[in-house]
């Protein structure tokens, strides 16, 4: 049922969207309004539909922060993302958090091991033309997980209206061994206690999709985010047991908040 409704509202945002969204969950910002201050940064709090875990066929919805970068500036780089260019290449903080996965969560884990939550923080790159972006982000994974992960991806951009901005674009996601095993492998004695087949994941690409994002401005610094997004599960993560036998390939995400504008000096 839970799937249905993520299937359903997906639909409904790219639909509404009209067409082409941003870099995840942290991105380069090209909105108005920026300031002369060397941060400005879009900061909320939404609820997103999500895959229970990486590889599940089941949903859940969780409260999520949510952060968008329109202005970032780094001693001796300087103004490494600035909202008020229209083209250039830019620099921003890239983000993630993956929560725990316990055996108890749902009926199909049983018998595989906990994993505990991940924090995951790094960099990402861009270029911003007119009309589109392309962009790349490599995180490095912190207790749940000590790989590393990122994707690569492009947007195409309108404004249909002075305060609305739509976005979408292809994304394409990889990971290190070490990320891939951590949640994709099935260890020995995992195997002899869940059933599944003994598996071992390797890093390579992960993921092929689709973002779309929509953003109205509410008042100068209040503004509404509705995002949805469809990801593919390729290479050594489609071919785990975990996914195969007890997940699905297919993961759809759909969600929306609101965020303020702070703008500041640190330099």
């Given at each position: ?54 590889g599940a066929d ?143 994941a390797s890093g ?35 071919r785990s047991p ?26």
């Amino acid at each position: 049922m839970m799937r249905k409704l993520a299937l359903l509202a997906l639909t409904s945002a790219l639909a509404g969207a009209a067409l082409p969204a941003a870099a995840q969950d942290y991105s380069y910002g090209s909105s108005g309004g920026t300031s002369g201050h060397q941060y400005v940064l879009d900061l909320g709090v939404g609820a997103l539909v999500k895959p229970r875990y990486d590889g599940a066929d089941s949903y859940l919805v969780s409260p999520v922060p949510l952060i968008y970068v329109s202005r970032f500036y780094l001693p001796i780089l300087g103004q490494v993302a600035d909202g008020q260019a229209r083209t250039g290449i830019y620099f921003y903080p890239s983000f993630n958090f993956i929560g725990q996965r316990r055996p108890s969560d749902t009926s199909r884990l049983s018998g595989t091991r906990k994993v505990d939550w991940a924090l995951e923080a790094g960099l990402g790159a861009g270029f911003q033309g007119e009309g589109f972006r392309v962009f790349g982000e490599l995180r490095q994974g912190f207790n749940g997980h000590k790989g590393q992960t990122g994707q690569i991806g492009a947007d195409l951009i309108m404004k249909p209206m002075p305060r609305l901005e739509l976005s979408a674009g292809p994304r394409l996601g990889f990971a290190s061994s070490d990320y891939m095993d951590t949640y994709f492998s099935v260890s020995q004695s995992e195997a002899r206690a869940s059933g599944l087949n003994e598996f071992r994941a390797s890093g390579g690409f992960k993921s092929i999709g689709v973002s779309s994002r929509a953003s109205y401005d509410l008042t100068d610094q209040v503004k509404l985010h509705v995002e949805g997004g469809y990801d593919r599960l390729i290479g050594d993560a489609a071919r785990s047991p975990i996914v195969r036998n007890r997940g699905s390939r297919n993961q759809y995400t759909i969600g929306t908040g609101v965020t303020y504008r702070f703008s500041f000096d640190a330099f």
